[in-house]
């Protein structure tokens, strides 16, 4: 028999029994669905992470952790790793850039700021970084803004696109999480003072006396401390997106590393800067003592190699390689549950595919006889049931993968294309392969399915058959 004769065969029953076709062929939609969107869930984690390891320098960015000071950013750090023993300084930065296979190593300095601007007040997490690591940083900025000039009279900031939710209102103390409205800041063009002396503002801020004006003179209140210095700055540029896209810059306000040491020294002169060291006698320590190091690979295969050697010299390391190799790890696992779990709703499907099968052998008992008389082959009609099975696995993929397109779009849709997960972009995404993979897995399904029937059919006797009422 010729295959065009058993595609005829098979689709010609399956019209003749619409209703129990569709139910079963619903169940491979549903099941196909349940596995192409459970894993579409992972896969979308996953992109999310590749975007922000790109936003943070790509696979060759080591991130080098020194000696903390108490309530530094890192002193909290834990892991498997012994605590650093030395500072990072100019020193160690020129070391760290004369290793074997280090294309640059730039210093980070991470310092806390309030921002005023009218009635708000904001708390921000300045990081300083050189003009170079802010390139290799890879900061997608809004249409029309730029890196930090070094050579600008004031100090420019780049501000990512979530920093505009850490204003509040002075006098009430509420801001966008209460009110669930943007302060009334144009983060790209309005110019607003920074104070880095945060304690000494509220010191100032606490023991102002409003005092009445009870001698006539006007006077309504006066400072017991000389409040600290207001630094006008702008912005250079602010992350592209809203604050419900969530990237790896999102609360970050980047600026001229050397422009805000300086200010820090002439801010806090004679004093200890907040975040550096002192000495036992609480004078400066006397060397600047940077927050962490940025160092870049040569290459991806370089990596492991100079974490190694860095962690001989005494400090902690951290590589986006290893944060990725990590990440895969729970991805996959993510992955696995989810996809077991839609893999229970095609199991299901495969029963049915199996009892819809069977029953059409016991419908079509005498046809099979007679087909054997005429001299169809065992093998033929084996054929013929396991493309009927086929057909149904692979119409069920095609309309699962459509109805899993649609509900991933309904997912991207009510999550904020990821940003109520917190995650960088859309939290379900369905590659092409995988749209591939599951159509050949359905149709691979429904021919197991109706393996066992179809060894049923071959195994009738062709004269019993016929007499069978």
């Known amino acids: 028999m010729r295959w065009i004769d058993l595609l005829r065969m098979s689709s010609g029953n399956l019209r003749r029994r619409k209703l129990r076709t569709f139910l079963t062929i619903l169940g491979v939609i549903i099941g196909t669905a349940s596995i192409v969107v459970m894993i579409s869930l992972g896969l979308g984690m996953q992109q999310s992470m590749y975007r922000e390891i790109e936003q943070s320098g790509g696979m060759t960015r080591l991130t080098v952790i020194g000696k903390q000071t108490e309530g530094g950013m890192y002193s909290s750090y834990g892991g498997d790793q012994e605590e650093a023993d030395k500072y990072i300084t100019d020193d160690v930065l020129k070391q760290l850039a004369s290793l074997d296979h280090v294309k640059s190593a730039y210093p980070v300095l991470d310092v806390s700021a309030v921002a005023l601007k009218g009635k708000y007040i904001g708390y921000l997490q300045v990081r300083g970084m050189t003009p170079e690591a802010l390139k290799e940083q890879n900061i997608k900025l809004a249409a029309g803004g730029r890196l930090p000039d070094p050579d600008s009279p004031n100090l420019e900031l780049v501000f990512g696109n979530g920093v505009i939710q850490s204003f509040y209102e002075k006098t009430t103390g509420k801001g966008y999480w209460e009110t669930g409205v943007l302060p009334d800041i144009d983060m790209a063009n309005d110019q607003m003072f920074l104070i880095l002396d945060q304690d000494g503002y509220f010191q100032s801020q606490e023991n102002t006396i409003g005092q009445a004006d009870t001698d006539g003179n006007g006077t309504k209140g006066q400072t017991a401390n000389q409040p600290p210095k207001k630094y006008v700055v702008s912005a250079s540029g602010v992350v592209e997106g809203d604050v419900d896209s969530y990237n790896a810059n999102y609360y970050y306000v980047y600026c001229d590393i050397n422009k805000l040491q300086d200010m820090l020294?002439?801010?806090?002169?004679?004093?200890?800067?907040?975040?550096?060291?002192?000495?036992?006698?609480?004078?400066?320590?006397?060397?600047?003592?940077?927050?962490?190091?940025?160092?870049?690979?040569?290459?991806?295969?370089?990596?492991?190699?100079?974490?190694?050697?860095?962690?001989?010299?005494?400090?902690?390391?951290?590589?986006?390689?290893?944060?990725?190799?990590?990440?895969?790890?729970?991805?996959?696992?993510?992955?696995?549950?989810?996809?077991?779990?839609?893999?229970?709703?095609?199991?299901?499907?495969?029963?049915?595919?199996?009892?819809?099968?069977?029953?059409?052998?016991?419908?079509?008992?005498?046809?099979?006889?007679?087909?054997?008389?005429?001299?169809?082959?065992?093998?033929?009609?084996?054929?013929?049931?396991?493309?009927?099975?086929?057909?149904?696995?692979?119409?069920?993929?095609?309309?699962?993968?459509?109805?899993?397109?649609?509900?991933?779009?309904?997912?991207?849709?009510?999550?904020?294309?990821?940003?109520?997960?917190?995650?960088?972009?859309?939290?379900?995404?369905?590659?092409?392969?995988?749209?591939l993979a599951s159509m050949a897995f359905a149709v691979f399904v429904g021919m197991a399915a109706g393996y066992f029937p179809a060894l049923r059919a071959m195994k009738l006797s062709p004269l019993a058959a016929i007499r069978n009422d």
Request: hydrophobic residues 45%; charged residues 15%; aromatic residues 10%.
């Open 265 to 435: 020294k002439k801010e806090f002169k004679g004093r200890v800067i907040p975040g550096q060291p002192s000495t036992k006698s609480g004078k400066p320590y006397r060397q600047f003592v940077y927050t962490s190091a940025s160092v870049q690979a040569e290459n991806i295969d370089d990596v492991d190699t100079l974490s190694a050697e860095i962690r001989n010299m005494g400090f902690q390391v951290t590589t986006n390689a290893e944060y990725m190799e990590s990440m895969k790890k729970q991805f996959a696992m993510i992955q696995a549950v989810l996809g077991g779990i839609g893999a229970v709703s095609l199991f299901v499907a495969a029963i049915g595919i199996t009892n819809t099968m069977m029953m059409s052998i016991y419908e079509r008992t005498k046809e099979i006889g007679v087909i054997k008389v005429l001299g169809c082959s065992l093998k033929n009609i084996k054929q013929m049931f396991l493309m009927e099975a086929a057909f149904i696995g692979f119409i069920g993929g095609v309309l699962g993968n459509i109805l899993s397109f649609l509900m991933s779009f309904a997912i991207n849709i009510l999550t904020g294309n990821g940003s109520a997960m917190g995650l960088d972009g859309n939290i379900s995404y369905i590659p092409v392969w995988l749209v």
